[in-house]
Structures are given as C-alpha cells and as structure tokens.
Nanobody, 129 residues
Framework: QVQLVESGGGPVQADGSRRLSCVVSSYGYYSNNCIGWFRQAPGKEREGVSGIEISYGSTYYADSVKGRFTISRDKDKNTVYLQMNSLKPEDTAMYYC?????????????????????WGQGTQVTVSS
C-alpha cells in the first residue's frame, strides 16, 4: 500500500511563501507516476493546483496559481514539492498531494481528482491579510 505524506503547511501572511512537501513511500509508485497537488477550502470543491510527471518532468498549473507556484521533484527522496510564493488569502485551504498509479503522462487529466488513486492526509495553509 503506497502512502503519501504532506508537510509544510501553516499560517502565513499575504505575499509570503511556503513550501509543501509530499513524500511517496514506494519508489515504484513514485517513479512511474503523475503526482498532483489539490486544495479544498471549506464549502468548496477540491480543485487541482498543479501536477508533475515524475518520469518526464512536465509540469502543469491552474491559472489561479500560474506564476506564483512551482512544482518540482526530487527523485532521490521520492518527494514532490510545491513552492508557493506571493500567497493570497484566497489560497487558504487544505492542500493534498495525490498519486495516480502507473502512468507516465498526466497532461490530459492532472486536474481531475477522480483520476487519482492514492491521497495524503492533507496539510493546512492559512493566509492572512
């Protein structure tokens, strides 16, 4: 059973930065996979924030975070990062990372929660104005 563990959340002031980490317990699931970051605010649907293809390194972003967030991977650590800069109060949410399974590309589905099989427990990011 693969596990994903997020960390790095917490309170931050507007225009500040935070870096989230997602560690995938199994290298096999990490290396042949699409990893996505999602967020969910109270009363709202879960939305795709960013995705990355572990094999090829292609990255994807929601329009709302493009230019402010950067997703990256460290294969040696089975880890995916989400660097969040210029944070806004509307970025406040629980952030989750998720893994699809055995899939090398995710350009056609990275933003769809239903496409992901494995989920972490989430880490809360709260941005104050």
């Amino acid at each position: 059973q693969v596990q994903l563990v997020e960390s790095g959340g917490g309170p931050v002031q507007a225009d500040g930065s935070r870096r989230l980490s997602c560690v995938v317990s199994s290298y096999g699931y990490y290396s042949n996979n699409c990893i996505g970051w999602f967020r969910q605010a109270p009363g709202k649907e879960r939305e795709g924030v960013s995705g990355i293809e572990i094999s090829y390194g292609s990255t994807y972003y929601a329009d709302s975070v493009k230019g402010r967030f950067t997703i990256s991977r460290d294969k040696d650590k089975n880890t995916v990062y989400l660097q969040m800069n210029s944070l806004k109060p509307e970025d406040t949410a629980m952030y989750y990372c998720a893994a699809v399974g055995s899939r090398h590309t995710c350009g056609d589905m990275w933003w769809r929660p239903e496409a992901y099989t494995y989920w972490g427990q989430g880490t809360q990011v709260t941005v104050s104005s």
